[in-house]
């Protein structure tokens, strides 16, 4: 009887072993599922935060080349100033200016960029100071339209005469 | 003669029958889950092996893509600032080339009546939309008629004197007569957005 006895405690004993077994194998597997499933979260949060830096990083970038583009178009290279001097020299005498006085200021702005102040003293003809604003206004190097901003104008009819005297300041950006 | 039997034992006489057949159903069910469960831990073993592997791969790309966001942080935030204040500059000069000192000249030409004309111009168009201007005119009504004519520019009279048979006056107009004038402040850093910063210098560029 106590063999028995013995045996029902064995089996049950397995029993619940078997069970208890089976069901820690279930336990184990879901934790190592949830921890593959949160590593693999993080890497995907990551991809997705290197992308949008990605994004943002080539748009700006793309901004950079634009403001390149820009550069390269609209402002004067530094290696043509004596070009823009001859130009604006010659703009004058073409409209009846020949006695124009130019005087030019630099100053540094940001890198590789000067900024050229030019100052005219002039005297001529209404019709004659309108038409050398109008082609300052449209200044091309090499067909190229080139930024030469007219920032100051005083003009003042002469004693004598039709004649009008004046003062330009006009500003040009250099690119280097 | 028939054998009449009792039992007289303690405890009922085990069927070893029954018994070994529960016994031996219990042995295979116990069998069965530990078996399922040897079974389990091995497939998952074998997962988790994958898994680590595929981990371990996680990881070193965690690692790199950790150490590429960082590098792209630390050079989107050196270049912005460079990049903002180049963009700044660029809308700037746009905004001012599009300004037309011949424009504001042609308007006020057309504003002038007959037998008046200027005498002095002065702009100063970096500081503000105002421009002075003198005139003179061959009669005292004419003078008033340019008063007239430039009323629209929100003008301001001062210096009318009569010099040489001519009726002289000095005028502050205002180019922008429908806007109050605004004092010219450099635009702050990031205040507006990206988009929008770089947007006038494409259109520019097109």
């Given at each position: 009887m106590k063999i028995v006895k013995l045996i029902i405690y064995a089996l049950g004993g397995l029993l619940v072993v078997g069970v208890a077994f089976f069901l820690f194998s279930f336990a184990y597997t879901s934790i190592e599922t949830m921890s593959a499933q949160s590593t693999q979260a993080r890497l995907e949060e990551l991809q997705g935060r290197e992308k949008t830096l990605g994004t943002t990083f080539k748009e700006w970038t793309e901004i950079d080349l634009t403001y390149t583009a820009f550069r390269e178009n609209y402002l004067v290279k530094v290696e043509t100033f004596n070009r823009l001097k001859q130009d604006l020299q010659m703009l004058s005498r073409k409209n009846g200016l020949g006695n124009a006085r130019f005087s030019f200021k630099y100053k540094s702005m940001l890198s590789g960029i000067l900024k050229l102040s030019v100052t005219v003293e002039l005297v001529g003809s209404y019709e004659n100071i309108k038409r050398f604003l109008f082609d300052i206004e449209n200044f091309r190097i090499d067909n190229n339209i080139k930024i030469i901003l007219l920032k100051k104008i005083d003009l003042k009819k002469m004693k004598a005469g039709p004649m009008i005297e004046g003062v330009l300041t006009m500003e040009a950006y250099l690119a280097g | 003669m028939r054998k009449i039997r009792y039992?007289?034992?303690?405890?009922k006489r085990i069927d070893y029958l029954k018994f070994g057949l529960v016994s031996a159903f219990v042995l295979v069910i116990s069998f069965v889950f530990i078996m399922l469960g040897i079974g389990n831990l091995w497939s998952s073993d074998k997962r988790a092996q994958d898994q680590e592997a595929a981990l371990k791969k996680a990881e070193r790309e965690i690692e790199k893509l950790t150490s590429e966001t960082d590098h792209l942080k630390t050079d989107v935030t050196t270049k912005k600032s460079l990049w903002r204040q180049r963009v700044s500059f660029a809308n700037s000069l746009i905004k001012e080339k599009k300004f037309s000192v011949i424009e504001q000249l042609d308007i006020l030409e057309k504003h002038l009546p007959e037998g008046v004309f200027f005498t002095d111009f002065s702009m100063n168009i970096e500081t503000s939309s105002n421009i002075q201007v003198g005139i003179a005119a061959d009669s005292l009504h004419r003078l008033t008629e340019a008063y007239e004519a430039f009323s629209g520019f929100r003008k301001t009279v001062k210096n009318e004197l009569e010099e040489e048979g001519l009726f002289k006056a000095s005028l502050i107009l205002n180019l922008?007569?429908?806007?109050?004038?605004e004092p010219k402040v450099a635009p702050k850093p990031g205040k507006r957005k990206k988009a929008d910063d770089d947007e006038e210098l494409r259109n520019v560029l097109k």
């Open positions: - | 039992n007289i034992a303690e405890n922008n007569p429908g806007k109050a004038e």
